[in-house]
T-cell receptor, first 114, second 107 residues
Framework: NAGVTQTPKFRILKIGQSMTLQCAQDMNHNYMYWYRQDPGMGLKLIYYSVGAGITDKGEVPNGYNVSRSTTEDFPLRLELAAPSQTSVYFC?????????????FGPGTRLTVT | KNEVEQSPQNLTAQEGEFITINCSYSVGISALHWLQQHPGGGIVSLFMLSSGKKKHGRLIATINIQEKHSSLHITASHPRDSAVYICAVHSGSRLTFGEGTQLTVNP
């Protein structure tokens, strides 16, 4: 199993550009998550999904959009990129949402907006 | 004040030393996770615990629910243990993460 995969690994965007960060998992997990990690800060939840066709906002959703058309894929869309969105983005998935379920993380996408 | 606080923020040790990283939280939780993030950026789960103590190789994690405190211990530390260690608490349906502890083990 590849686990959780993310593309691209690195990206530089100009202010105002848009892009989609891709995330896929092959573990048949219902739950998927997008986090951002800023220097010296804990990971913050952007959006999450409990299954295909169902998404919900996390702590820091502004400036982002997501979709979940299949169980496997959970892309994160940045519209009108801003310098404040410079961060490392992690996608994760889990079989369930309870305390006994481990989250599996992708390798991350390092995004710079200039 | 963050809901999850880790200490220390940075820790440098010599190979072979016993290491302790602490995590305190202020919310009710159903479980606590310890994660490891290597310099390449990947995050892996080390432990998930809701009471008592767990051991895996040279790593030991403990939790005191009454005191809202957890510790991660590394015995006989090695340079390959150098990484960021992250505490995360499971409260409701979400995880809340600490800021991480940067550990450097020198040979």
């Amino acid at each position: 199993n590849a686990g959780v995969t993310q593309t691209p690994k690195f990206r530089i965007l100009k202010i105002g550009q848009s892009m989609t960060l891709q995330c896929a998992q092959d573990m048949n997990h219902n739950y998927m998550y997008w986090y951002r990690q800023d220097p010296g800060m804990g990971l913050k939840l952007i959006y999450y999904s409990v299954g295909a066709g169902i998404t919900d906002k996390g702590e820091v959703p502004n400036g982002y959009n997501v979709s979940r058309s299949t169980t496997e894929d959970f892309p994160l869309r940045l519209e009108l990129a801003a310098p404040s969105q410079t961060s490392v983005y992690f996608c994760a998935s889990s079989h369930g949402t309870g305390a006994s379920y481990e989250q599996y993380f992708g390798p991350g996408t390092r995004l710079t907006v200039t | 004040k963050n809901e999850v606080e880790q200490s220390p923020q940075n820790l440098t040790a010599q190979e072979g030393e016993f290491i302790t990283i602490n995590c305190s939280y202020s919310v009710g939780i159903s479980a606590l996770h310890w994660l490891q993030q290597h310099p390449g950026g990947g995050i892996v789960s080390l432990f998930m615990l809701s009471s008592g103590k767990k051991k895996h190789g040279r790593l030991i994690a403990t939790i005191n629910i009454q005191e809202k405190h957890s510790s991660l211990h590394i015995t006989a530390s090695h340079p390959r243990d150098s990484a960021v260690y992250i505490c995360a608490v499971h409260s409701g349906s979400r995880l809340t993460f600490g800021e991480g502890t940067q550990l450097t083990v020198n040979p």
